[in-house]
Nanobody, 125 residues
């Protein structure tokens, strides 16, 4: 069964950090572009970041540039999202998704075929 599982969410104070993980089972990620997306309460889902199959290309939404870093470890079949300097507006459910194509389309969800169930990130004092 093809599955993506996110982990690493939680409650953090403003200015804090979290690292999210996206682990795949049932298929290998090494030929897939992987994206992170988020959906805040009452808002539409938005793209956060995307990384190409080998990590050579990385894209970020303007709202997270300089604060978030996407990376991948294909040997572990896992993609990460390091989130620093977190703000209350970063509060959302974060999802990872796999695109059965090697490269991203910016941070768009176009072509993202497989989705995880999400992990909640809450930034609050």
């Amino acid at each position: 069964q093809l599955q993506l599982v996110e982990s690493g969410g939680g409650l953090v104070q403003p200015g804090g950090s979290l690292r999210l993980s996206c682990a795949a089972s049932g298929f290998t990620l090494d030929r897939c572009a992987i994206g992170w997306f988020r959906q805040a309460p009452g808002k539409e889902r938005e793209g956060v970041s995307c990384i190409s199959y080998n990590g050579g290309s990385r894209n970020y939404a303007d709202s997270v540039k300089g604060r978030f870093t996407i990376s991948r470890d294909n040997a572990r079949n896992t993609v990460y999202l390091q989130m620093n300097s977190l703000k209350p507006e970063d509060t959302a459910i974060y999802y990872c998704a796999a695109r059965t194509s090697a490269y991203c389309s910016g941070v768009a969800d176009y072509g993202m075929n497989y989705w995880g169930k999400g992990t909640l990130v809450t930034v609050s004092s």
